[in-house]
């Protein structure tokens, strides 16, 4: 059967999903994609996409590609008003594009972006009303500065297994982060971090950590020894952040990008152009 293949740009609330990856017994990105996609083409269709975001998790630019028959009933430019009627308010397809049958969501990425939003909880209080709900809580007396001189310990090539979950870690959990600072909002906080590709909750436990020194309650100087290869695990594990405060903001294809980030009006309006540059080891 004749195909072609096409190119998702997607927007997520994650907070009630599963996750991305299709999953037997519950709601997924990834399964309600193919459901509605396959409704359409009256034959089985694979979505594929560039990162496996977590239960809770958001996207502002999830990036994913299905190969369609050709007689599929839908012009592609018609594809977001139609899918859109048919998926939960929490999943938006963006835009769609036909795109070369060598483009792969996952393999031909050169990077992602994610971000986690705090907010700043006022004293005495444990939850707010008004809170971002896409967020989690951080105190008065946070110490930034201290944070920001950890986080440049990140930057590199490590091995971040002690930042991940044992079960799933690959054979070489070896990770390279091109980028991570830290953006003063106006009743928070929000941590940036780009990179090839990450372990499963490396950011979130990244961030858990960074948390905790500005917290007080850990020292930016254990980090090194962490990132060592074969370095034990820590006396205290790391934990992770909640999900709800962490969103996929882009997928980076460098001169290959279908959806070129200088043309789209989908991203948050502070994200950098690129990733921060790595600092020299």
């Not at 990140?154 to 600072?181: C, K, M």
């Amino acid at each position: 059967m004749k195909t072609f293949r096409i190119a998702l740009l997607l927007a997520y609330d994650g907070r009630s999903l599963s996750g991305w990856q299709i999953q037997p017994r519950d709601v997924t990105v990834q399964g309600l994609l193919e459901e509605v996609l396959t409704s359409l083409a009256g034959t089985p269709v694979r979505v594929t996409g560039a990162g496996r975001t977590d239960a809770g998790v958001s996207a502002w630019g999830q990036v994913a590609h299905a190969d369609l028959p050709g007689s599929f009933p839908v012009p592609l430019d018609r594809l977001p008003r139609v899918l859109n009627t048919r998926l939960p308010p929490e999943i938006r397809l963006l835009k769609s594009l036909r795109v070369p049958g060598t483009f792969h969501a996952r393999h031909s990425a050169t990077g992602k972006i994610y971000k986690y939003t705090f907010r700043l909880l006022p004293e005495g209080l444990v939850s707010h009303p008004l809170a971002d709900p896409f967020s989690s809580p951080i105190r008065v007396g946070f110490d930034l500065t201290k944070v920001r001189e950890a986080s440049k310990a990140f930057i590199g090539q490590h091995d971040f297994r002690h930042f991940s979950v044992a079960s799933s870690l690959p054979e070489d959990p070896v990770r390279r982060v091109t980028g991570i600072f830290w953006e003063t909002l106006p009743a928070g906080l929000a941590l940036w971090i780009s990179g090839p590709g990450f372990l499963h909750r490396m950011v979130r436990m990244v961030g858990g950590f960074l948390k905790e020194v500005g917290e007080g309650r850990r020292s930016g100087s254990e980090i090194p020894s962490l990132l060592h290869r074969g370095a034990p695990p820590p006396f205290r594990p790391v934990s992770p952040l909640p999900p709800e405060g962490l969103a996929l903001v882009r997928v980076l294809y460098g001169v290959k990008d279908p959806f070129d980030p200088r043309h789209q009006n989908w991203y948050p309006s502070s994200i950098p152009d690129e990733p921060p540059p790595e600092r020299p080891r």
